[in-house]
């Protein structure tokens, strides 16, 4: 008897590993770019958050929180650069991690995106989200509003 394949991927646990829910094309922005571009390429990409940096060197990440807080605080957000608001910070988590250290990582550093990959190195290989990781364990759509 054959063995019967299904097209629906393996159930998603607590113990998944990042990589299988991770981003892996991640939008980068230079360091000199302008708020107002950062928030385009945000809305144009659907991310939450960009790199910040080239392919050779990354420098930072810049999350749509950083930006809330930019354009409420700043005086003349349009002459900010990406540089000025980005984190420096860089949170790393290995692919291999599973979903759960990854929460508890976001939750101990108070960040909603994760930088995936080797740290040490900078070779980045994809980010994921608190959404990402909320959405793979209860499912989109499964939470209903009260």
Known sequence: MAAQH???PPPISPDTEIWR????????????????????KLAAVGAGALAVGTTESLV????????TRAYGRAEDP???LVSDVASTDLIWCE????????????????????LVGDGGTADLQGIV????????LIGPGDVSRQ
């Open 21 to 40: 829910l991770m981003t892996r094309a991640v939008a980068r922005i230079s360091p000199e770019a302008r708020l107002n571009e950062a928030a385009r």
């Open 60 to 67: 930072g990440i810049v999350s749509e929180r950083d930006l």
């Open 78 to 80: 349009a002459a900010l």
């Open 6 to 8: 299904s097209s629906e």
């Open 95 to 114: 692919p291999s991690s599973s979903a759960t250290d990854a929460a508890a990582l976001m939750c101990e550093r108070g960040v909603r995106h994760l």
């Open 129 to 136: 989200s608190a959404r990402d990781l909320i959405e793979a």
